[in-house]
């Protein structure tokens, strides 16, 4: 379905009064349906839809649906539903096609909602996901791919080198993010791919440092710190591109695993093993 922007929100109310007793919450709802949208500095009046992005939008979603998951249940379907992301599990293609056609006509006619058809479709379990995870073939939950190309873009963009952050700044921002993550994802069952991702992680945090630390003294100097001696500080003076150095045994020694979980520098590994 498309997010609520073309919910009724006269019939929402009118569903809400079904369930919540209480004038006082039904009134402040009504409020923030009615709120408007500041856009190029003007207030545009709001008649329909819901505001997103509040962690009100998922609740009045579910409480919206609340009459599809009567009708998926008077049709004994199995399915699995958060907000307006909905998967049905069926028998046959055959089975998956019907239920799509005929949900799709019960959802347009009785709630009023359009469905994004682009967005909607039948396939195996293994192909489809939900919510960022994905059911793998032999049963277990894995992370979805546009979960990981997700990750992966936020990986680059908090540990490019051009970010004006102190070390420590940059230390706490991907703390955060990373056990944001991972308290997200830790329900997956999929140990070889978070330890194929945590290398490409870890690579990503040498070549950042080594970039940060500007031109050959600099490098020379860090690299002394962190316990490389003699030959190996000719690495400073390396042309080489930062990503293929962040590669370099060298490097890996001194910005080795132990060290970058000493500096809070964790992956996801690492918070699993917690």
């Known amino acids: 379905m498309e997010s609520f922007d073309h919910v009724n929100q006269d019939r929402l109310v009118h569903q809400l009064r079904e369930q919540i007793g209480d004038p006082r919450v039904l009134s402040l709802i009504g409020r923030y349906l009615r709120a408007g949208l500041l856009r190029h500095g003007e207030v545009e009046v709001r008649l329909e839809g819901t505001p997103q992005g509040g962690p009100l939008s998922p609740l009045l979603a579910n409480l919206y649906l609340t009459p599809?998951?009567?009708?998926?249940?008077?049709?004994?379907?199995?399915?699995?539903?958060?907000?307006?992301?909905?998967?049905?599990?069926?028998?046959?293609?055959?089975?998956?096609?019907?239920?799509?056609?005929?949900?799709?006509?019960?959802?347009e006619e009785h709630l009023k909602l359009p469905v994004n058809r682009e967005k909607s479709g039948w396939g195996r379990p293994w192909e489809r996901q939900m919510l960022g995870f994905?059911?793998?073939?032999?049963?277990?939950?894995?992370?979805?791919?546009?979960?990981?190309?997700?990750?992966?873009?936020?990986v680059r963009r908090l540990w490019d080198a051009r970010q004006s952050l102190t070390s420590k700044e940059l230390v706490q921002q991907w703390q955060r993010y990373v056990r944001g993550w991972w308290n997200y994802f830790r329900l997956a069952d999929a140990p070889k791919a978070l330890t194929r991702l945590d290398g490409w992680v870890r690579r990503h945090m040498r070549k950042c440092f080594w970039l940060r630390w500007h031109n050959r003294p600099g490098r020379h100097n860090a690299l002394k710190r962190l316990g490389i001696v003699g030959r190996a500080l000719k690495l400073a003076s390396s042309r080489k591109g930062a990503w293929r150095i962040a590669r370099s045994p060298t490097l890996q020694h001194a910005l080795c695993n132990r060290i970058l979980r000493r500096y809070g520098l964790w992956v996801p590994s690492d918070l699993a093993a917690d």
């Open 68 to 107: 599809l998951d009567r009708e998926l249940e008077r049709r004994g379907l199995a399915f699995c539903r958060y907000a307006d992301d909905i998967t049905v599990f069926v028998g046959s293609a055959r089975s998956a096609e019907r239920v799509l056609n005929s949900l799709v006509a019960w959802i």
């Open 134 to 154: 994905r059911l793998l073939e032999d049963g277990r939950i894995g992370i979805a791919p546009k979960s990981i190309t997700r990750y992966k873009d936020a």
